[in-house]
């Protein structure tokens, strides 16, 4: 997971930085912007997992990229900083769908504390949606499967661990997706690691190889006759068209 850090005061974000041990919470990468504007960009480029932010920076505030984390419908988590206790602030943050709210000088406790609050209620979502797609009807069923297939394009995703999520048989699985889904298992999973692909060729500086691994394919002479395929041009000339 990636965790991104962004204030304008460039020893704050150094400070959160080192402020508690990433690794222990499931973060392998910790990411900082000494401002809104580059923020913005490593949000819409990474798509991390976590943004901690300061709520007033010049051009480019908190409460932007909060908003822009909600237009894009990312799954990023978000904690506002604000040197300022002002309800108002709040009461916008939470408008936005900020996770939590917390008030300079930020204290290693209350951002472990705050850490905790949200991987907890991560987790506690995470399993309430499985239960409900494991004793729910079909179409939730497959709204959760979908669902992962959505998170995980870049892991195995084969018919024997899809089934597994859902306690159904690999066969059987396959044959609801198509009833409920309209198409195939395996198509709809090419579908979303195509769109996946296609969207770090044109918002990433990745090399084509680097793609092709970062969707979950080994071999770029079949990811590349699947592209073309999908796009009807191979991944550089899809990258030329849409720069």
Do not use: C
């Not at 990468?29 to 960009?41: E, I, N, Q, Y």
């Not at 204290?107 to 499985?130: M, N, V």
């Not at 597994?164 to 066969?171: D, E, K, R, S, T």
């Not at 590349?224 to 030329?240: A, C, I």
């Amino acid at each position: 997971m990636t965790v991104l850090i962004a204030d304008d005061e460039n020893y704050m974000v150094e400070y959160v930085k080192r402020l508690v041990d990433w690794g222990s919470y499931g973060f392998d990468k910790a990411m900082t912007a000494g401002g809104g504007s580059l923020a913005r960009d490593l949000l819409v480029r990474h798509r991390p997992e976590l943004l901690i932010t300061d709520i007033k920076m010049p051009k480019v505030t908190g409460l932007d990229l909060s908003r822009i984390i909600e237009e894009l419908e990312l799954d990023t988590k978000v904690i506002i900083m604000s040197g300022y206790n002002d309800f108002e602030y709040a009461k916008q943050a939470i408008r936005y769908g900020v996770s939590e709210y917390l008030v300079k000088p930020v204290l290693k406790e209350d951002l472990e504390r705050t850490l905790d609050r949200i991987l907890h209620r991560d987790l506690a979502s995470k399993t309430e949606s499985k239960q409900k797609a494991i004793t729910g009807d079909k179409a939730t069923m497959i709204s959760y499967v979908k669902s992962y297939i959505s998170e995980n394009y870049d892991k195995d995703l084969s018919l024997d661990t899809l089934g597994a999520l859902v306690n159904l048989h690999p066969v059987y699985l396959s044959k609801i997706f198509k009833e409920t889904a309209g198409t195939n298992l395996s198509g709809y999973i090419t579908e979303v690691k195509m769109q996946k692909a296609a969207e770090l060729l044109v918002q990433t500086n990745k090399k084509v190889q680097e793609v092709v691994e970062a969707v979950g394919y080994q071999k770029k002479q079949h990811f590349t006759k699947l592209f073309k395929d999908r796009f009807g041009m191979t991944p550089k000339e899809y990258r030329m068209k849409n720069m």
